[in-house]
């Protein structure tokens, strides 16, 4: 195993969670219950590279015919995000959140790990409900944002901490459908959730 894939193995494991392995060496997958929602997430660690990516996987795939709608959604509440992006696969309609970074030549520790995951799940949980609200509600993307951002401007105004409390969590596990092998070539995930 790899330098960088052993560090973040054992940093999910010494944190408590719940994971497992969908492809050897390159790619972890588990699970997070948000405030609103459940979601799959991804770990792919590309060793030769130096490159850790985090993925969360949003619970819905976007139809044909809303994709434009929810690509417009995605472009805005990717404006000013300190830390990774939206994006959505045109093909299928799947959306996800991502944060990466680049050891090339370094040393990947445990509080880079925990900066990379916390801060994807964190965006994940604060821009999702807006996601499903144009995606069900009928919401225009600019509305969904702004009340997002609104909302999330008044939090930090209030609240010492942005992120959410991992410490406040229970373990939980459900499972979900396996990606095939070309999936893990982009990215990819299998089964098991946990819960804060």
């Not at 960088?4 to 193995?9: E, H, I, K, Q, T």
């Not at 609103?36 to 490159?51: A, R």
């Not at 951002?149 to 459908?177: A, I, N, V």
């Amino acid at each position: 195993m790899g330098q960088l894939y052993n560090a973040v193995v054992d940093y999910l494991t010494e944190d408590g969670w719940h994971f497992g392995v969908a492809q050897e060496d390159v790619a972890l997958h588990f699970g997070f219950q948000g405030r609103s929602n459940l979601w799959q997430c991804l770990c792919i660690v590309d060793e030769d590279k130096g490159f850790v990516r985090f993925y969360s996987i949003a619970p819905v795939i976007v139809p044909e015919e809303q994709r434009a709608a929810v690509s417009e959604f995605l472009t805005r509440a990717n404006y000013g995000l300190p830390l990774g992006n939206f994006e959505m696969d045109y093909r299928d309609g799947e959306v996800r959140f991502k944060t990466s970074i680049d050891v090339e030549g370094g040393e990947l520790t445990p509080t880079m790990i925990e900066n990379l995951l916390k801060s994807n799940l964190t965006t994940m949980d604060q821009y999702l409900p807006g996601l499903m609200r144009v995606l069900y509600g009928n919401v225009a993307p600019a509305q969904a944002v702004e009340a997002i951002e609104s909302d999330l401007l008044m939090k930090q105004l209030t609240e010492d901490d942005p992120y959410l409390d991992l410490e406040k969590r229970d373990d939980h596990e459900l499972g979900f459908s396996s990606l095939s092998e070309d999936d893990l070539d982009d990215d990819g995930d299998d089964e098991q959730f946990r819960r804060f």
